[in-house]
């Protein structure tokens, strides 16, 4: 199975909108991210924990990183593929290009942080040693609507393109 493919990102993405879900129990921002390895098994799924823990690199896309790196055995996540429900931000787009991740799955485009394609193209930034291939929107309307709802107003609505 190719867990690239776009047949399966909006899939992917609902799981990963189900682990956004999780995050405001805890007052944190519903964002969550899936890594799926080469053969469709999800490896890692996480939601913001920023609140809970106090850690200020406590991204969705951070932690699923790390426990992704930790159940495939490896930091190269070579062969992986990122979902996540907001556009990456520069710490999350770093993070990315460090693991070496080839695809990257997200929702809702964030036009005040976004460094996957929005603000910045961190991620295709050909001066960089790595480039990730991005699906950008899938699900643009579901991700966006959890962060108004969370946030309560359209000043911090995501852009659903």
């Given at each position: 199975?190719?867990?690239?493919?776009?047949?399966?990102?909006?899939?992917f993405?609902?799981?990963?909108?189900?682990?956004?879900?999780?995050?405001?129990?805890?007052?944190?921002?519903?964002?969550g991210?899936?890594?799926?390895?080469?053969?469709?098994?999800?490896i890692?799924?996480?939601?913001?924990?920023?609140?809970?823990?106090?850690?200020?690199?406590?991204?969705?896309?951070?932690?699923?990183?790390?426990?992704?790196?930790?159940?495939?055995?490896?930091?190269?996540?070579?062969?992986?593929?990122?979902?996540?429900?907001?556009?990456?931000?520069?710490?999350c787009?770093?993070?990315?290009?460090?693991?070496?991740?080839?695809?990257?799955?997200?929702?809702?485009?964030?036009?005040?942080?976004?460094?996957?394609?929005?603000?910045?193209?961190?991620?295709?930034?050909?001066?960089?040693?790595?480039?990730?291939?991005?699906?950008?929107?899938?699900?643009?309307?579901?991700?966006?609507?959890?962060?108004?709802?969370?946030?309560?107003?359209?000043?911090?609505?995501?852009?659903?393109?």
């Amino acid at each position: 199975m190719d867990a690239t493919g776009p047949a399966l990102h909006r899939e992917f993405m609902r799981l990963a909108l189900a682990e956004a879900a999780l995050a405001p129990t805890t007052g944190d921002v519903p964002v969550g991210a899936i890594v799926v390895d080469a053969s469709g098994r999800v490896i890692a799924s996480r939601h913001n924990e920023r609140e809970l823990t106090g850690d200020p690199t406590a991204h969705a896309e951070v932690l699923a990183l790390r426990d992704a790196a930790a159940a495939h055995g490896e930091w190269r996540l070579t062969g992986c593929t990122l979902v996540v429900t907001l556009e990456p931000c520069v710490m999350c787009a770093g993070a990315i290009l460090a693991a070496r991740v080839p695809t990257v799955v997200f929702g809702a485009w964030d036009e005040k942080a976004g460094a996957s394609g929005s603000l910045y193209d961190v991620l295709r930034d050909r001066r960089l040693n790595h480039r990730v291939e991005v699906y950008a929107g899938v699900d643009a309307d579901a991700a966006a609507t959890l962060l108004l709802d969370f946030f309560g107003d359209d000043e911090h609505r995501p852009v659903a393109r």
